[in-house]
């Protein structure tokens, strides 16, 4: 047992370096079990904004729209579908054909993740989530981040653990169902809950139920040895930007600039920068373990 320890320490020291570099074939060496998403884009023809009367839009649609048209609608003006039907008036594609991806500003690729198997970037600014596979982006939603009075912290996060259902922490009638921790002493964390279309919940990241269940399920969890030792820290999540509390939403600035709120793979990385040691190191702990459990 401790000669199988000192070989996979060996093995994994030996492929550091390059796997950091962003080398494809380095994924495996590091020891782990996941594999780079290969995924197939439908990336739609240009398109512009219109603002629509909710009512009327409604009426288009035969008044239910499809599955993938309500997705990318809800979407881009950061609501679910309950609260869609109260706006006077919405944001709308001229084209709704695309991944919903390409709605909502985060780059396809980002090469320094090229050696992270999982991320989740929640962006204040835009109210957006970002996840990321060994950087390329593999889930994408809108989200209502907390409200000027309990803003969300920005920083790095490392998901803790989670619930299918549980209750909050600020008022015990709120249900939080798909909930899953980032903050164990505040008790912050991404879950479903009502999107009225702004900052509005107490620090939490706030989410629509499928979104909040495919995170919860894509996600991992802190590893303990028992009640109080950390083995190994969960998925990283990052929160980044500034919100006009005082202003205007800003993907209203999308009626005139469709490209507005896009956010560059280069300043994506240079926002990560400070962050980048903290993921790295919580990568390789997951990795040792990784190696450390394998059959040589």
Request: net charge positive.
């Amino acid at each position: 047992m401790i000669l199988k320890k000192y070989i996979a320490l060996f093995l994994f020291t030996a492929v550091i370096p390059l796997a950091w570099l962003g080398c494809t074939s380095s994924d495996k060496k590091m020891g782990s079990t996941k594999k780079r998403p290969v995924i197939q884009r439908n990336q739609p023809p240009a398109f512009t904004y219109n603002w629509v009367n909710t009512k009327a839009w409604f009426k288009e649609q035969n008044a239910t729209p499809n599955t993938s048209t309500m997705d990318i609608v809800t979407a881009v003006n950061r609501t679910d579908v309950a609260n869609l039907k109260s706006f006077d008036s919405i944001l709308v594609p001229t084209s709704l054909t695309g991944d919903i991806g390409y709605y909502l500003h985060f780059p396809m690729q980002v090469p320094a993740l090229n050696a992270v198997d999982k991320i989740i970037l929640f962006n204040y600014a835009t109210q957006t989530f970002a996840a990321y596979a060994f950087g390329e982006l593999t889930y994408s939603g809108p989200t209502n981040m907390g409200r000027k009075a309990d803003p969300t912290p920005v920083g790095l996060y490392f998901c803790n653990w989670k619930a299918e259902e549980t209750i909050s922490t600020f008022n015990d009638e709120w249900e939080l169902k798909w909930n899953f921790n980032i903050e164990n002493k505040v008790g912050t964390g991404f879950h479903q809950y009502a999107l009225p279309g702004y900052p509005a919940s107490h620090s939490c990241l706030r989410l629509r139920e499928a979104d909040a269940k495919l995170l919860y399920n894509w996600a991992e969890q802190w590893k303990l040895s028992d009640k109080e030792a950390l083995l190994s820290k969960g998925t990283p999540v990052v929160v980044f930007g500034t919100y006009p509390f005082d202003g205007p939403k800003p993907w209203m600035a999308l009626r005139t600039n469709p490209s507005a709120l896009n956010i560059t793979a280069a300043s994506l990385e240079q926002t990560l920068l400070p962050y980048m040691s903290g993921i790295k190191e919580s990568v390789r702990v997951q990795n040792i373990e990784r190696l450390d459990t394998a059959e040589l």
